[in-house]
């Protein structure tokens, strides 16, 4: 699972030390050696788990699709972005870590106002 992309649909396999990788930042942080780049690269596809290869210099449309099972993996990389956010489920679902601001009125037991009875007393 790759960090630094969100949405990786495929694993690619180093040239220089036969490693699978999902992206080159997780390359540059697990070797020593720089990324050695090659027109013709190997995929392994996430979502049918089957190796591939294209060539980068005659890289087509059609290329974005795996050969075995036709998903998109060039796709707009969704990479993590900081934030605070509240851990807990849906408020619409669950309210208990919602705070109740509202003040509660006093009890009234009687039809009376008894706390008004004294002045309006003689």
Same mark, same amino acid.
């Given at each position: ?9 495929? #694993?690619?396999?180093s =040239?220089?030390c036969?490693?699978?990788? +999902?992206? &080159?930042?997780?390359h540059?942080?697990?070797? #020593?050696? =720089? ?10 596809c /996430? ?6 290869? /294209? +060539? ?5 449309? #059609?290329d974005?699709?795996c050969p075995h099972c036709d ?5 707009e &990389?969704?990479?993590p972005? =900081?934030?605070? /956010? ?7 679902v669950? #309210?208990?870590m919602?705070? +109740? ?5 006093e009890e009234?037991?009687?039809?009376? +106002?008894?706390?008004? &009875? ?5």
């Open positions: 699972m790759c960090k630094h992309i969100l949405n990786a649909q495929v #694993s690619i396999r =040239p220089c036969r490693k699978w990788f +999902d992206c &080159a930042e997780c540059a942080e697990q070797e #020593s050696h =720089p990324l050695l780049q090659k027109t013709e690269m190997t995929f392994a /996430k979502k049918c788990k089957k190796a591939f290869r /294209k +060539d980068a210099e005659e890289f087509e449309e #059609s974005e699709y998903n998109h993996f060039v796709l &990389a969704i990479t972005k =900081p934030m605070l /956010k509240v851990e807990g489920e849906d408020a619409r669950d #309210s208990r919602l705070k +109740d601001d509202r003040i509660r009125g009234q037991r009687t039809i009376f +106002d008894v706390k008004e &009875a004294p002045n309006k007393l003689g």
